[in-house]
């Protein structure tokens, strides 16, 4: 394959990510689960099951229910870093509150904003909290414990009729940690049947009205690597247009489940219990509407995913107990925090910042520099991004080099490759062998132009799957943007009611800038050569709604590659030379057009 066809196919690739990424947006925003939406789904799934392509879930009811008859009680605690809120309504952790990170105001104008000085909170407006127990009516009854306060922590207890008393405690630890166990007594004299288990890890939820779900969902792991299944999965996001059926549940593992998470983009509850969970189970939920947003008819409810562990049922012997003891994790997904907990709780970093698999190869040591960058020189993020990109473009810079010169010794060569595809154009076969036989006489590598270009697109790859993940960008200012992790919105164009983000637009000039000065590959035709040079309006329009710090990277970018290409082509390389002048100074480099004379 020659450079047009190698070019052609890796920015067909590419382009087919993002169209993949842009539909599973769209799905998700159509998608809009209330109770009612509810029956219908599992009226289709019954519908379905008969088709050989349909798998229908296995549907387990939450089976928790409260007694709204009772007033709830909560019991606050703060560490300084968080502010844990527990409630007697299912006796678990019903809000965490993260004060170092504050809730990112959207940066489209719309006509309602989020409150400026509140914080980033997890489990928000979740209709169950953390730790509470489901799975069987039997181990809820009217859901009301009683809290105490106990050394470092919170205890919530319940006993049941059946002789049956719930018992948990949860105690503080450092870096968001809280240690908690659940434990199930038989207070009984008789040997009693304990059913199996869910007990709920937390809701997934969007931060506020302008977050996006794509990241959203329920991540678990084996030990070995990582699953997850994102809010887009449940309404039955496909590829393009192939939706399927809406799925109401997701029950995963094998007795192997060594922690599960609900996560958004930068906030996770993770639970990691000291023994493996049975299987790991996610459902869809409809949230309550933000606050201080008008609803309309046409109002779409946020929701997010609540993900419980499994455990099997059991048969308590008289006057004994199990119990079941969880580390839950509950903060932002900042690396080296979860790289420091990671090592103590056999938990991948990695895979839960999204950095596992192939897109997440350069994202890893992306942002290992990028915080590096920035703790050394104390630099804004968006400065830091704008030198690390100088950077790579530095250390590219000896092969960028060498691709340019070898594209002027193709530019060179054009003449004699027309000659011989007009001479052998009815035999393919010699006509590849000539070019060939020419490429080796004048030292020309036809697939040298292209290789900076595959070997950088993994640095965008990477750049793409850190920038969509860093919390460090989150709130981050540069110049006139006021969160490199959102689009840099000025305004609304009226009458279009759409944003106007400037960093893309300049982005999309500087790749058409970049084009521009690209020569097209010998042999490729006119309206190829034209597809080639206006092909970055379809990145621009790829991009435009993605984070400022994607579009930050890739304008400098171009603005260096200009700058590189303006450089380069000034410098004279004396092979090219020797291509040009040939037949005056070395009679063994006549070119066909001689020869036919």
């Not at 003891?325 to 103590?344: C, M, N, S, W």
Request: net charge positive.
């Amino acid at each position: 394959m020659d450079k047009t066809g190698i070019i052609v196919v890796s920015l067909c690739v590419l382009l087919l990510g993002w169209w993949f990424v842009e539909q599973n947006k769209i799905a998700q925003q159509q998608a809009h689960f209330n109770a009612t939406n509810i029956v219908a789904v599992a009226q289709n799934q019954l519908t379905n099951a008969a088709s050989p392509a349909y798998v229908a879930p296995v549907i387990t009811a939450p089976a928790i229910t409260f007694n709204t008859n009772l007033a709830e009680q909560t019991l606050t605690l703060t560490n300084g870093r968080a502010r844990y809120t527990f409630t007697s309504r299912g006796g678990g952790l019903k809000l965490v509150e993260l004060l170092d990170y504050p809730q990112t105001i959207s940066q489209r104008w719309k006509k309602t904003k989020t409150v400026s000085d509140s914080v980033a909170s997890l489990n928000t407006r979740a209709p169950l909290p953390m730790l509470a127990v489901g799975g069987d009516a039997k181990l809820a009854g009217d859901g009301i414990f009683t809290l105490t306060p106990i050394a470092g922590g919170i205890r919530a207890e319940k006993s049941l009729a059946d002789g049956l008393r719930l018992v948990k405690d949860f105690t503080f630890s450092s870096n968001f940690l809280v240690n908690a166990s659940v434990r199930f007594e038989n207070t009984s004299g008789q040997p009693l049947a304990l059913p199996a288990q869910e007990l709920i890890v937390g809701t997934a939820t969007p931060m506020d009205v302008d977050d996006t779900s794509l990241t959203t969902g329920m991540m678990w792991s084996d030990g070995t690597s990582a699953k997850d299944q994102p809010v887009t999965w449940f309404s039955g996001a496909g590829f393009g247009c192939m939706k399927g059926a809406p799925r109401t549940e997701s029950l995963a593992g094998s007795n192997n489940v060594v922690w599960a998470a609900a996560h958004n983009q930068f906030f996770t509850i993770l639970a990691m219990p000291q023994k493996p969970a049975a299987q790991v189970l996610a459902r869809p939920v409809t949230l309550p509407a933000f606050p201080n947003v008008e609803q309309t008819a046409s109002t779409v409810l946020p929701r997010g995913v609540e993900t419980a562990l499994v455990f099997p049922a059991q048969t308590l012997t008289a006057n004994s107990s199990v119990e079941r003891q969880i580390v839950l994790f509950a903060g932002p997904k900042e690396y080296r925090t979860l790289a420091d907990i990671g090592a103590q709780f056999k938990n991948r970093a990695d895979d839960v910042m999204g950095f596992g698999g192939w897109l997440g190869f350069c994202a890893k040591p992306l942002l290992i520099a990028m915080n590096t960058v920035h703790d050394v020189t104390t630099l804004g993020y968006g400065w830091v991004i704008v030198l690390i990109t100088i950077l790579i473009k530095v250390i590219f810079w000896p092969l960028t080099a060498a691709s340019t010169r070898s594209m002027k010794r193709m530019q060179a060569l054009a003449p004699e490759l027309k000659l011989l595809q007009e001479k052998y154009k009815d035999d393919v076969q010699k006509l590849t062998k000539k070019q060939w036989e020419l490429y080796k006489l004048h030292k020309v590598n036809p697939m040298s132009g292209c290789l900076p270009m595959l070997i950088q697109m993994p640095v965008f790859i990477g750049f793409f799957t850190m920038i969509r993940s860093a919390i460090e960008l989150r709130g981050a200012h540069f110049l006139w943007v006021t969160d490199l992790s959102k689009p840099d919105t000025l305004f609304m164009i009226p009458g279009l009611d759409y944003p106007f983000n400037l960093l893309p637009l300049l982005m999309g000039v500087s790749m058409l800038w970049q084009s521009h000065l690209t020569p097209p590959s010998p042999g490729m035709d006119a309206s190829q050569a034209k597809m080639m040079r206006y092909m970055p309006l379809i990145f621009l329009v790829f991009l435009y709604n993605y984070s400022a710090g994607l579009a930050l990277y890739w304008t400098v970018n171009n603005l260096l590659t200009v700058l590189q290409t303006k450089l380069t082509r000034n410098l004279k390389d004396p092979a090219a030379a020797v291509v040009v002048t040939g037949p005056a100074t070395n009679p063994a480099l006549t070119p066909l057009s001689k020869k036919k004379k």
